[in-house]
């Protein structure tokens, strides 16, 4: 079975000792899975292309002849410490799917590919989803190669490191124009599907990605002695940033959304010091958009209650993958497969608000945990989630 032996070839690349991955873009990890997928690409005989992003495309039939085509595959890096499943899933999937149908003597009406999108997790240069945001034009080039990783390492830098030509980087048509639809296969990164019934839940359909938003939270103080000061006497920024992250909770919980302050920034920062000045960052998703307002209103209330500021940094609307397409995928899969909606981000999410027919099949992680090594699908799983993409992919390219 080629899934097993692909993810037996993936399983050393950029493992740290932790048993997690650091496979970030364009350094030597990613180099090797690069090679790996245009090995992958090769001895199947299949068209390689890499885009203008550097995004590698394995076609099987000539999509500007006989296209658009059918895209399945995902991406191949990982975020810090990440999982084996988020992004690999997908790829390795993809090339399984393929051998099935080949397998079985299945001749395509239309040309399919598998994809590997570059740069998803964004762990290096901060922008997740840089592959498929430059070839759609929801990045610039110009902004995405001035972009730097930890070291100071512009983007341009990298990939002139990596042997591109970061001149060619900008928003790719040709590519675009190729793809009829795309089906992303991911691990899911939640338990939705642990908690149904097992007999029918182990690859669930997609059904949006959650309206999310960051939101940049000032709130003063007044620094002074931490010995010589009395309670009463102080203006303490930390106080109120510990009231505002409370209200975030409540408010998340009342609101059936998800809250999470995960970055903090404290002036002038002395153990001896009473705060001055406490940024902290607010994340706030959830799958009713209103109710996700709802949440950073109720917070922005008690910020400004305590003399602070809220300044709204992103805001993303529901991104919804195609109806039609969503339907036609359960209409093949069964009646009974489950329909989720999804709090994480996905290149699958860019190419739907670029207007691209998309879709998604997400496979049942037992405890939801993602990005971290403790990320996991059975190997059954796994094997009915190539199983599921092969149905779709013969139903779509018949
Ligand atoms: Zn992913």
Known sequence: MSFDRMWADLAPVGRATT????????????????EWFAGEAVARGLGLVED?????????????????GVVIGSHLDSVPDGGAYDGPLGVVSAFAALDALRDSGFRPARPIAVVNFGDEEGARFGVACAGSRVITGAMTAD???GLTDGDGVTMAEALRHAGRAPETLGRDDETLRRIGQFVELHVEQGRALADLDPATSAVAVGTDIWPHGRWRLDLPGTANHAGTTALADRQDAMLSAAQV???????????????????????????????????????????????VRATVSAVAEVVHRLGGTLREESWTDT????TDLAGRLRTALGADTPM????AGHDAGVLATAGTPTAMLFVRNPTGVSHSPAEFA?????????????????????
């Open 19 to 34: 048993g997690g991955y650091r496979r970030y873009a364009w350094t030597a990890e990613d180099h090797t899975l690069r």
């Open 52 to 68: 203008r992003m550097g995004n590698q495309w394995a076609w099987w039939g000539d999509p500007d002849a006989d296209g658009p």
């Open 143 to 145: 902004r995405a190669l």
């Open 245 to 291: 992250v409370l209200e975030a909770r409540s408010a998340a919980v009342a609101g059936g959304c998800v809250a999470t302050t995960g970055k903090v920034e404290v002036e002038p920062g002395g153990v001896n010091a009473i705060p001055s000045h406490v940024r902290l960052w607010l994340d706030a998703r959830g799958a009713d958009q209103n109710a």
């Open 319 to 322: 991104t919804r993958f195609d």
């Open 340 to 343: 989720l909606g999804t709090g």
């Open 378 to 398: 059975e190997r059954d799983d796994c094997l009915r989630g190539v199983d599921a993409l092969t149905t779709v992919v013969r139903d779509l390219a018949s």
